[in-house]
C-alpha cells in the first residue's frame, strides 16, 4: 500500500513538472512577453544510446558533467563525483587502495581480483574492469556521463545498477590549442597540468596531456615501537627514548598491549617507549602521483575517422589507512557491573593525546606503488549511406605494490596486509557496432563484444601474534562475450518505442591459485610464541617467502561459467516540441563467482575438508517512469525519474568461517599466559579446534529498491545559474536471509575471537529481513549556485556556491541498532551508538571565486571544499568496541591559476 502512495505521488510530482511548460507557453502568449534577462542553457550531448543525443531527448536517466562542472566542483578524480549525482555515492577501500561506487542502494563489497564492480566504468567506450584504475581517469577530460538504471542491453558487464562513462577530449584538427593550469592548497598541495592540440594537417592531429599531484598527509601521524611487530620502522623510531613509570603517549599501545611485560625470548618484556611523529610527505594520506596521454585523430577520407589514445598513470605514495570516528564516539563511559556509568571516559581522548579524528599511530609505513598503462581506440567508418561501423578496442596493464598497517594501532594483535612485486592485471576489450543512419523511422544499433582479463596475486595477511596467510594466485581469468541489439521505432510522430536485447556468456577460472597458511604455534615461522625481541630480528621481507607457510595449503583450482540473457523495452512521448514524457523496464545480469576453494586436510583427524565459496549471479528488473522538459522559455532544463527495482542474490562480500579444523597451541593457564615446558622452557602445544576463515560472498536472498529523482539545471537571469537535485529512496531486504552476525561480534557480544567466527555459534543467528541497504540515505539535497560579474574588458569574476545535504543512512548492511530487541548484545542499548553502523545525517559546503579575463587567456581562483570541516565516515565498520573506517578529507583551500595559449 505504501509502495503504491509513493508511486502515485512520483507521478503526481513528475505530471505538475511536465505540465509546466504549457503554463508558461500560456502565460507568454497572454502577456505576449518574455524576460530579456533570461539566458538560454545550452545543450549538452550524451552517448547513452551508443549514439549521439541531446541529453534532454534521451529516455533515460542519465546525468551529465562537463569540464566546466568538473573544474568548477574540484573533480580531479572518480572519488569526487559521489555528491555531484543522484543516487551516487564513492567511498575508498583503503586496504584495497579502491573506489567502491553505490548507485540506487546496490554497490560491491569484493574489492579484491574476485570482486566485480555493481556500476560498470567506461572509458572513450572502453570497459575499465579493474576498480584500482578508476583512480587514473580524469585527465584532459570533455564531459563525465552518469546513466543510472540496468545498462544490460547496451553495456552490458558489471552494469547491474548503472554505468559511468567518461570521455576525454579528442586530438582536433581545428587549431592549435594549449593550456596550463595548478593547483597550490593546504597539506604543501602541488599540481600541475599541461594541454596541448596540434593540428599537424587537415587530416591528422596529436593531442598531449599530462599532469603530476604531491600533497603531504593531512594525518597526525605516528610510528609506534611500542607494537609488537617493529621490523618495519627505522632505527631511530626503534630504540625511541624509553618512557618512565607512569608516562603514556598512546593509550592503547603503550598501557594496554598485555604482552608488553613478559613478551621476549627470556619472558622478562620489553621496555616502553616514545612514539615518533611521522614525516607528512610520505606518511598515509598523502599523494604523489603522476599521468600523461598521447592521442591521435586522423581522418584520412570523410567517411572514415581513427582515434587512438596511450594513457600512462602512475602512483607512489603511502596509500590510504582507516581511522579512529572520534566524533561519534566522544563521551562514551565506561560500566561497571551494574551497568552504570562510572565517569570515566572511553572514547578517543582515552586512546590519543588529542581527541582527533585524524590522528593515528601505526607500526608499518604506508606503500602504495600502481603503474596502470592503457591503449584506447575507436574506427568510425561510415560504410553505406544506411549504416556506420565502428570499432571500440583497449588494452588495459596494472601492476601493484602495497603495505598497509590493517589494524591502524587499534588492534593488539598487530595485522598488517602487503601485495608484492607481481600482483596486477592485463585486459583487453573488443566492440564492433553496426549503426543506421538516415532511417526515417526506426533508428538501431547492432553489435558484439568481447572481453578477456587475466589476474595475478602474491601477498599475504600477517596477524604478527599468530596467524599469516599467503595469497598465490598466478592465473585467474575472465573471458566474456555478447551480442546485443537496440532500436528505437517512430509509432508516430510523439510516440516511440524502445526494444533492446542481450545474450551474455561469461567463464572465470582459476589455474594453480593457493592459499597457504602458517601459524607461529606449531613453529613454521621458526620464532616461538612471545619471543619478541627475537621476532623482530628477523628480516622485513621474511614472510614473503611462501614456502614457510606449512600449517595449510588450500587449492583454488575451479571454473564457472554463466549466460545471461537481459532486455529493454520502453516508451516515450513527446508532449510538446519541449517535453517527454517515458516509461521503461530493464534487466541487468552480474556473473557468479568462483571465489576461493578450500581443501586441506585436518592433522589430527586425517579428514579432508573442502570448502567451495563460489556463488551465484545477481540479477535486478528495474520499471521506471520519467520526463524530461525545457521549461521558461528555454532557460530551465528539468527531469523527474521515479524507479522501482526487484533485485535477487545481490552479492555481499565479508570474511568468516566456513568451518574448523584441529591445530596445534599453546596451553594456557588460567591467566591467559602460556605453560612453559620446565626442561625446554618453551610453550606446551596442544591440539585444539579452531576456525576456517577466508573472504567470502553471500547471496542476498531479495530486496526491493525504489525511488525519486529530480534535477534541474536554471538560468534564472542573464548572469545567474542553480544546477542540482534531489532524491528520495528506500532500499531494504525483503526476504529472509538468514546468516551470522559480522559486524564486530567479539565486541557486540563479549565473546573470544574463535566464538565470534564459528558459524554453529547460535548467539549469532540473525535474520537480516528489513535491513536497509547500505549508503542509501532516504533524502538527498544538492544545489550549486553561481553568478557571473561582468566587467566587460576588466573581465569577469564569478562566485560560486555548492551545499549537499543527505539524511541518516547506514554503511553496512547491519543496521546494528535494529537488532537490539532480536539479539543479546553484551554492549548497554545506550552504548550502541557510538559504535553502530549509522551514518548520522550532514552537510557539507564548497565554495570557489574565480577571475577572468576577458579575452578568456587567463584565470584565477580561490577555493575551499568541506567549508564547514563536516567529519563523514563514508565506509567502515567496527573494530574492538570502535567505529573505524575513511573518513572526509578536513576543510581543504587553496588557489588554481590557468593559461590559455
Known amino acids: ?47 547513452a544510446f551508443k549514439r549521439e543525443t541531446s541529453l534532454m531527448e ?49 554497490r ?140 603514556r603517549e598512546f593509550y592503547a599501545q603503550t598501557s594496554t598491549n598485555w604482552w608488553i611485560d613478559w613478551a621476549s625470548s627470556d619472558w622478562s618484556g620489553t621496555p616502553r617507549r616514545e612514539v615518533v611523529k611521522a614525516d607528512p610527505s610520505d606518511f598515509y594520506g598523502s599523494v604523489n602521483e603522476y599521468a600523461y596521454r598521447a592521442s591521435l585523430a586522423w581522418d584520412p577520407v570523410d567517411s572514415l575517422s581513427v582515434d587512438v589514445s596511450y594513457q600512462k598513470f602512475v602512483n607512489d605514495s603511502a596509500g590510504g589507512i582507516n581511522l579512529l570516528n572520534c566524533d561519534k564516539m566522544r563521551g562514551r563511559q565506561a560500566r561497571d557491573d551494574d551497568g552504570n556509568q562510572t565517569g570515566e571516559l572511553t572514547d578517543c581522548s582515552a586512546r590519543f593525546p588529542t581527541n582527533d579524528n585524524y590522528q593515528v599511530s601505526v607500526n608499518v609505513p604506508g606503500k602504495l606503488k600502481l603503474d596502470i598503462d592503457n591503449v584506447r581506440g575507436t574506427v568510425d567508418w561510415s560504410a553505406t549511406s544506411f549504416m556506420d561501423i565502428s570499432y571500440v578496442f583497449g588494452f588495459e596493464k596494472i601492476a601493484r ?12 594483535y598487530d595485522q598488517s596486509m602487503f601485495f608484492l612485486d607481481g600482483t596486477g592485471s592485463e585486459s583487453n576489450y573488443h566492440e564492433l557496432q553496426f549503426k543506421s543512419t538516415d532511417a526515417d523511422n526506426y533508428t538501431w544499433i547492432v553489435g558484439l563484444n568481447y572481453f578477456h582479463e587475466q589476474t595475478t596475486t602474491a601477498g599475504y595477511f600477517n596477524n604478527s601474534m599468530d596467524g599469516k596467510t599467503f595469497w598465490d594466485q598466478p592465473n585467474r581469468t575472465t573471458d566474456a562475450y555478447a551480442i546485443f541489439s537496440q532500436g528505437t521505432y517512430d509509432i508516430t510522430d510523439k510516440l516511440h518505442l524502445i526494444l533492446g536485447g542481450r545474450f551474455s556468456s561469461e567463464t572465470k577460472e582459476d589455474n594453480g591459485g593457493r592459499n597457504l597458511d602458517c601459524n607461529n604455534d606449531d613453529g613454521c615461522t621458526t620464532v616461538a610464541y612471545g619471543a619478541r625481541d627475537i621476532y623482530n630480528q628477523l628480516p622485513a621481507d621474511f614472510y614473503e617467502d611462501k614456502t614457510m607457510y606449512t600449517s595449510g ?44 576453494v578450500v581443501n586441506v586436510v585436518d592433522q589430527y583427524t586425517g579428514e579432508r575438508i573442502i570448502h567451495v565459496t563460489s556463488y551465484d549471479p545477481e540479477t535486478v528488473g528495474t520499471f521506471e517512469l520519467g520526463g524530461k522538459s525545457v521549461l521558461l522559455d528555454g532557460s530551465l532544463n528539468f527531469s523527474a525519474t521515479y524507479f522501482y527495482s526487484d533485485y535477487e542474490n545481490m552479492q555481499y562480500a565479508s570474511p568468516g568461517s566456513l568451518g574448523q579444523i584441529h591445530r596445534l597451541v599453546n596451553e594456557e593457564d588460567e591467566n591467559g599466559q602460556p605453560v612453559l615446558d620446565p626442561d625446554t622452557n618453551e610453550p606446551v602445544l596442544v591440539w585444539d579446534v579452531v576456525p576456517l576463515i577466508a573472504f567470502y560472498t553471500q547471496n542476498v536472498p531479495g530486496s526491493e529498491i525504489q525511488g525519486l529523482e529530480l534535477e534541474f539545471d536554471w538560468a534564472p537571469y542573464e548572469h545567474g545559474r542553480i544546477t542540482g537535485f534531489a532524491t528520495w529512496t528506500k532500499a531494504e531486504v525483503v526476504e529472509d536471509w ?13 565473546i573470544e575471537y574463535a566464538s565470534s567466527v564459528d558459524p554453529e555459534n547460535d548467539l549469532l543467528a540473525v535474520n537480516l529481513k528489513g535491513n536497509s541497504l547500505p549508503v542509501t540515505p532516504e533524502y538527498v539535497f544538492n544545489i ?42 553484551a554492549i548497554h542499548d545506550d552504548d550502541i551508538k557510538y559504535m553502530d553502523d549509522k551514518q548520522e545525517a550532514y552537510y557539507t559546503v564548497n565554495l570557489s571565486l574565480r577571475y577572468e579575463s576577458a579575452d578568456e587567456d587567463w584565470y584565477a581562483e ?7 570541516d563536516e567529519v563523514v565516515q563514508y565506509w567502515g565498520g567496527s573494530s574492538t568496541g570502535a567505529p573505524v573506517g575513511s573518513l572526509s578529507m578536513p576543510r581543504y583551500y587553496g588557489v588554481r591559476l590557468g593559461y590559455n595559449f
Open 1 to 47: 500500500m505504501q509502495s503504491r502512495k509513493l508511486l502515485a505521488i512520483s507521478i503526481a510530482l513528475i505530471n505538475s513538472g511536465l505540465a509546466l511548460p504549457a503554463l508558461a507557453q500560456d502565460e507568454a502568449t497572454e502577456n505576449n512577453k518574455v524576460s530579456s534577462n533570461k539566458t538560454v542553457v545550452e545543450e549538452v550531448i550524451v552517448t
Open 58 to 106: 534521451t529516455p533515460v536517466a542519465v546525468s551529465a558533467l562537463d569540464a566546466a562542472a568538473l573544474d568548477r566542483q574540484g573533480v580531479t578524480n572518480i572519488k569526487d563525483l559521489g555528491d555531484l549525482v543522484p543516487n551516487l555515492s564513492i567511498q575508498m577501500d583503503n586496504g584495497q587502495s579502491t573506489p567502491v561506487v553505490s548507485m540506487r542502494g546496490v
Open 108 to 247: 560491491s563489497t569484493n574489492t579484491t581480483e574476485l570482486g566485480d564492480p555493481a556500476v560498470g566504468l567506461h572509458v572513450d567506450g572502453v570497459y575499465a574492469p579493474r576498480m584500482q584504475s578508476w583512480n587514473a581517469t580524469f585527465l584532459d577530460v570533455d564531459r563525465v556521463e552518469v546513466l543510472r538504471g540496468p545498462q544490460g542491453t547496451l553495456f552490458g558487464r558489471n552494469s547491474t545498477v548503472g554505468s559511468i562513462n567518461v570521455i576525454t577530449n579528442r586530438a582536433s584538427t581545428e587549431e592549435f590549442e594549449a593550456s596550463v593550469s595548478t593547483e597550490l592548497a593546504r597539506w604543501n598541495n602541488r599540481e600541475l597540468t599541461g594541454v596541448v592540440n596540434i593540428p599537424v594537417s587537415d587530416t591528422f592531429a596529436l593531442r598531449f596531456a599530462a599532469k603530476g599531484q604531491k600533497r603531504d598527509s593531512y594525518l597526525k601521524g605516528y610510528y609506534d615501537p611500542n607494537q609488537f611487530d617493529t621490523r618495519y620502522l627505522p632505527d631511530e623510531v626503534r630504540n625511541s627514548p624509553e618512557l618512565g613509570d607512569g608516562e
Open 401 to 412: 605494490e602495497s603495505a598497509i598497517d590493517s589494524d591502524g594501532g587499534i588492534n593488539l
Open 553 to 596: 595449503v588450500y587449492t583454488n583450482d575451479n571454473k564457472g561459467d554463466w549466460t545471461s540473457t537481459d532486455y529493454r523495452i520502453g516508451f516515450d512521448y513527446n508532449l510538446t516540441d519541449d517535453t517527454m514524457i517515458y516509461t521503461s523496464y530493464a534487466t541487468g545480469f552480474k556473473a557468479g563467482g568462483i571465489g576461493d
Open 738 to 750: 538468514n546468516t551470522k552476525w559480522d559486524y564486530d561480534a567479539e565486541s557486540m557480544f563479549g
Open 784 to 825: 550549486n549556485f553561481e553568478h557571473t560579474f561582468d566587467f566587460g574588458a576588466a573581465g569577469t569574476l564569478k562566485p560560486w556556491m555548492g551545499v549537499h545535504w543527505q539524511s541518516s543512512s547506514y554503511l553496512t548492511i547491519w543496521n546494528v541498532d535494529k537488532h537490539t530487541d532480536d539479539l543479546d548484545f
Open 862 to 868: 580561490a577555493f575551499v571544499n568541506n567549508a564547514t
